[in-house]
């Protein structure tokens, strides 16, 4: 039977093929218009989903910020340009790189469900789960913002200019108004249900009843005031007060009204710790742990570094074949073992120990063989197989200051426009719908993934922070993509460390999504032999290649500074000092 994962791809791909009137969650990417997004710099560099942003972490940086400041003013930003994809009222995580000690922290701002949150909350009356869409534009959706929060850690750990002196660009961008960009006028146009819900269809509509278009000037003096707020008062400015209490009526209000209370916003508090690191061949990759989607971006890192994938490049059919066996390995340990481990067992340590991953490789023989069940890792508890509905609406940046410091973050609402209900000028998130509808299987076996009061649901988002062996940095990237950031995220690090390609030819190089029973591929950018020969070893990929595509971000360290590379499917671009 397909996990829903593999069913969700095979749908998207179906959609890909047919003519017909689509009402699929997110509009469909446009075609890339060639445009020149990597750029070399001596001494400083952002990369992100969207110019406006990246001149805002740029102007904070040439005023002698951190990386960690610039991160803040990049996010606030991105939240006003790029709402489809994160904001305010969403979550993140970020990898840090401190050049001083060499070491790598891993901040935790992952959103969580409110006290009142059960593991049924997702089913139906009739026992059955929810339909997805009905359920991400419910109140239930939204967790306890921890985005904003966890920026305010971070900078009280590693910021240099003050707090207040972050939002000026986002802040004068929302009053006087931006040029809407060519991804949010899609959004803005697109069938989704969050798109043509009441606060987006008020946002996004102009004076004479016709909708906002990427070119059209459009204001937002609401998202101004959260700013200034935020300014002044920090993270307090959304989990407290005034801009809390209009979340929770928002999100009380119907249709299926949340749990969330005015207790569970004031004591959302972010994590931090060492990240998860692990040697690749002569490097070290660091990633945050569970729930994030890093432990799998590593375990499939482990089982390639197994295969000698570094002798072929991109358009060679062997190695697109190891990289989609090694992916689908991943996939299958990570849907069956990955959850929050404050409240369940993860065999992290098993699924990236050295003799599992010798057994788990040893699977990846010439030809495709059947999908590829879940492992038993050393420490693994009984767990049913995965019922999550992962989307996206997702974005990923990185900055490196002159100090050599770097940010690696991945921030997201979740769905587009999230659960497509605003307040203060920004969207609320819809990630608790990343947690499982199904809390058992037939037999009663808990899901790693299950709803759980005060828990944070699974993510796929993995931003990554590649040293070498003496702890210099050698780079950084990190996608959105929903499930797919997993195999956008190791595409892009293969193409980096093992074919050794520069990084914007690395995040530019075609999509391949290798699910335990699917694969899905942008097969009109893989060149023909390579299509062939993947089919005559079983591979056969189906065009469509994940929820939304990618939007890979990374910067490498090179001779003289830095290089920097940003997604040519989205609107970002990559600039240095």
Known sequence: MLSEFTRRLAVAALAALLVSCSTSAAPPPSPAAPRPSAETAPRAMVSAANPMAVEAGLRVLR????????????????????????????????????????????????????????????????????????????????????????LAMAHADHGKQPWNSLFTEAEQLADQGFVVPR????????????????????????????????????????????????????????????????????????????????????????????????????????????????????????????????????????????????????????????????FVKVP????????????????????????????????????????????????????????????????TVESIFGSGRMVGGFFLNNQLTDFSFTPTDRDGAPAANAVGPRKRPRSSMAPAIVLDRQGRFVAAVGSPGGPSILAYNLKALVGVLDWKLPMQQAVALPNVVAAPQFYGAEVDKLPPPVVEGLAAKGVKLTPGAGAEGSGLHGVERIQGGYRGGADPRRDGVARGL
């Open 63 to 150: 005023a002698g910020g951190s990386a960690v400041d610039a991160a803040v003013a990049v996010q606030a930003v991105l939240g006003l340009v790029e709402p489809q994809s994160s904001g305010l009222g969403g979550g993140a995580f970020m990898t840090y790189y401190d050049a001083r000690t060499r070491s790598v922290t891993a901040y935790n701002g992952r959103e969580t469900a409110p006290a009142g949150a059960t593991p049924d909350m997702f089913m139906g009356p009739d026992g059955r789960p929810l339909g997805r869409g009905a359920a991400i534009m419910s109140g239930r959706s939204t967790g306890a913002p921890g985005a904003v929060a966890m």
């Open 183 to 342: 991804r949010l006028g899609e959004a803005a146009n697109s069938r989704a249900g969050q798109a043509q819900g009441p606060d987006a269809t008020a946002y996004f509509t102009k004076p004479d009843g016709t909708r906002i278009r990427p070119g059209d000037t459009l204001r937002n003096p609401a998202y101004a005031a959260t700013v200034r707020k935020i300014a002044a008062e920090g993270p307090r400015a959304i989990l407290e007060g005034s801009i809390a209490q209009a979340i929770v009526a928002r999100v009380r209000q119907d249709p299926l009204p949340g749990t969330l209370t005015l207790e569970d916003l004031k004591s959302y508090r972010p994590k931090k710790g060492p990240a998860l690191c692990r040697p690749y061949r002569v490097y070290v990759v660091c990633t945050p742990d569970a729930p994030s989607g890093g432990p799998a971006v590593l375990e499939g890192l482990g089982l390639l570094e197994r295969t000698d994938i570094g002798r072929y490049g991109p358009s060679d059919a062997q190695g697109w074949y190891l990289f989609t066996q090694a992916s689908r390995l991943m996939y299958a340990d990570r849907d069956r073992y990955i959850g929050d481990p404050d």
């Open 348 to 411: 992290v340590e098993g699924l990236l120990d050295r003799a599992y991953l010798d057994e788990r490789a040893k699977l990846i023989g010439p030809t495709a063989g059947p999908p590829p069940t879940a492992g038993t890792p050393r420490g693994a508890p009984v767990r049913s197989a995965d019922a999550t509905r992962e989307v996206a609406g997702t974005s990923h940046f990185v900055v490196v200051d002159a100090t050599g410091n770097v940010v690696s973050m991945t921030t």
